[in-house]
Structures are given as C-alpha cells and as structure tokens.
C-alpha cells in the first residue's frame, strides 16, 4: 500500500473564505481510500471578498494585478496553516478562485492566484490550473470533483450544496437507472444543476448586507412561495439541456437576477422560493433517471441551511431517497479534500478527469506544476 498526504485549497463561487484541507490518501492496486487530517476555512476580508466579486469587471492590468495579490494571499493564508498545524505535505493543489467560466461560448474557464507566486510560500511541489486541458479538449472543465467521489466515497448519488449546486450519480449494478449525456447511455453522470448559495446569499444582501449568510435558513423559512417568480424559475432553458453541463455566475448575473429584481422588497419570499426551486430541479433530474429508492449524500455550506435541507427531504420523500449527512468535516471540505486528490493524481500523471462528466475527447491528466526554489529532484530523468 502507498501513502500520501497533502493539502487542498479551494474558493468556492460564493467567495467567503479559503477551503484548505490536509489529508492522507491510500492507493492500494486500483483503489483509494483517504481521510482528512486537519481542515479549516480561512475567511476573507470584506475587502478580499468585494475584490473577489467584482473581479469580473476589471480591466486587463488590474485583473493581472489580482490574479498576483491572491496567489500572495492564498500563499501567506497556507504557510500559517501549515506552520499552526506543524505539517509536512508532499503536495499542495489550489484550484483558484473561478472568475469567468465560458466553456461553450468562448472556449474558456479562467481562475485566479497565481501558482507561480504561491509556490514562493511553499516547500513542496503546487499543482493549479487543473481545467484548462480539459477546456481545451473539448469538455466543460467541470464538474472536477465527481472522479474523487467515485474513487474515494461508496455513496452512489451527491448533491454538492455550494455556491452553485452540484449533482453526480454513478448507476450501482441491476439498478434500471437509465443515466445519459449527449452522447448517449453512461454508467455515471454528474454536472452543475442550479445556482445555489450564490443566489441565496446575494438575496440576503439586498435587505443585510451585515449578513455573510442565511443562518440555518431562518429567515428563508419565514417566505412564501412567490408562484409566478417559481414558474419563470422553472421555466430557464438551462435545466432541460442534457449533460455535460456547468454553470458560472454569469447564469446568475444574466438569466437569473432579472427575474428576482422586481422582488427586492420580498427579500424572505425570495429565499423562500428559491430553496424551493433547487429542490424542485434535483427531484426534476433524479426522476427523470429513474433514479428512487436509494439514498444520497449531501455536503457544502447548503448543508447547513435547515429549511433547504426540509425542502429536499420533502421533494425526495417521492422518490423514497434519504438525503444524508456525513460527518461535518466531509460536509464543509469535501471539494478542498478532493482537490488535494486530483493534485496528487497529476502529479503520478493519472487521469484527473471523468470524460463522460465534462464532455471532453479524451480523460486528460490535468494540472499546471510549479517548484519550490529549493526543489531539486528532477522531473525527467
């Protein structure tokens, strides 16, 4: 059996804080096991968040000037962790924060933080840019993180509850799944199905800006179904296009925030209805798999979210699927944790990406590597 251990880092698409995760991974033949060590989210500062978020708006320069600033801060933010943890990675993989994601329009996927800047604050090999290759391969780029579930967890379905909400499904045997893409019948799917904590938190701004979030889904609980705004919802061309498919947060700055504006002063009803709506497009998919009598897990910052939680539980009892809850660890750095994994498979130069998921040609080994100073094994003999 081989054993590694290293850190993930992610910054999810609701831009509150930095993933960081170390872990122990275990290759034993073809299959893995891991666990994480240590794991917590760094938060950002309201002025690191608001550069974040209005990332999409610079200029060129200025747009080359973050990309700089936050490889230092994500490199300032690990060295920290890594010294308050006294660790000794092996490998360190950062996936960036995601600031334009136009695979099909413009041929593109581009995250920020420099790895060439970061590795400055490591002594360890760093992989980034781990969606490129599979951009340029004709896929999606995304989702990234159902090659880990599949290697790593025993659950057959996932719901990723994160900025954007996330949905994989691997058929187990004798199931009558009946699992497709564009291409035609697959043992597994997994894409992007709707905006999630991005929407719900830019809502809870419009009446707290004070607020980072919905706690527990409180105030989200008080709303009412708006009917007219759920159709329009239910309604967006997006959710009926088969897989391979993923979503930025231009979906939600072009197709989904025009609908929500006439709302403003219904800032709970809102929320309401847009929990509402995501539990409406997970059932909507499942069912249209076949997909029953199972159970699935649930994981990301929505899974704290108590009246999200209630409306998927409501919608799924149709089905009689059980939604389920790892431990809080898995819940809060699943994808940091994968991260780490794809990092450390680039790195043995095994495929970092599930073709059928993002529509790519081939299963690319993606990853762009950066050396610290001192490094002086050599990567060809």
């Not at 666990?35 to 989210?41: D, H, R, V």
């Not at 599930?354 to 001192?374: D, F, K, N, Q």
Request: proline share 7%.
């Amino acid at each position: 059996m081989k054993e590694y251990e290293g850190l993930g880092l992610m910054s999810g698409t609701s831009g509150d804080g930095l993933d960081v995760c170390y872990a122990r991974y275990r290759q034993q033949g073809d299959a893995w096991q891991g666990e994480i060590l240590e794991a917590e989210t760094l938060p950002y500062t309201d002025d690191w968040h608001h550069r974040l978020m209005t990332a999409p708006q610079l200029g060129g320069e200025a747009l080359a000037k973050l990309h700089t600033d936050y490889g230092h801060l994500q490199g300032l933010l690990l060295r920290q962790f890594v010294v308050r943890h006294r660790l000794k990675p092996q490998w360190a993989c950062a996936h960036g924060h995601t600031v334009f994601h136009q695979p099909k329009a413009q041929h593109f996927s581009l995250q920020i933080g420099d790895g060439e800047t970061l590795v400055t604050y490591l002594d360890c090999p760093l992989v980034t840019n781990l969606r490129a290759r599979d951009v340029a391969q004709g896929g999606e780029g995304a989702p990234l993180v159902p090659l880990g579930e599949q290697l790593l967890f025993e659950h057959a379905l996932f719901l990723n509850l994160g900025g954007i909400a996330n949905l994989s499904a691997f058929a187990p045997q004798g199931a009558g799944w009946q699992l497709f893409t564009q291409k035609g019948p697959k043992p597994y799917v997994a894409y992007d199905l709707a905006p999630c904590n991005m929407v719900l938190n830019e809502v809870l701004h419009w009446a707290r800006p004070d607020l980072p979030f919905d706690e527990g889904g409180q105030l989200a609980a008080q709303g009412q179904l708006l009917p007219l705004l759920y159709e329009q919802l239910e309604r967006l061309p997006f959710y009926y296009l088969p897989p391979p498919r993923s979503l930025g947060r231009e979906f939600m700055l072009a197709e989904v925030l025009p609908l929500l504006e006439p709302y403003r002063a219904q800032v709970a009803d809102v929320l309401h209805t847009w929990c509402q709506h995501v539990a409406s497009r997970l059932v909507a998919e499942l069912d249209r798999y076949g997909i029953h009598d199972s159970s699935i897990l649930l994981t990301g910052g929505g899974a704290h979210h108590s009246f999200l939680l209630q409306c998927l539980a409501q919608r799924l009892a149709a089905l009689r699927i059980t939604p389920s809850l790892p431990s809080p660890r898995i819940i809060d750095f699943k994808e940091a944790y994968i991260f780490g994994f794809l990092g450390l498979r680039a790195l043995l130069r095994q495929p970092t990406v599930l073709p059928a998921v993002t529509g790519a040609r081939v299963a690319v080994c993606s990853g762009s590597i950066h050396l610290p100073e001192h490094w002086a094994t050599p990567l060809l003999g």
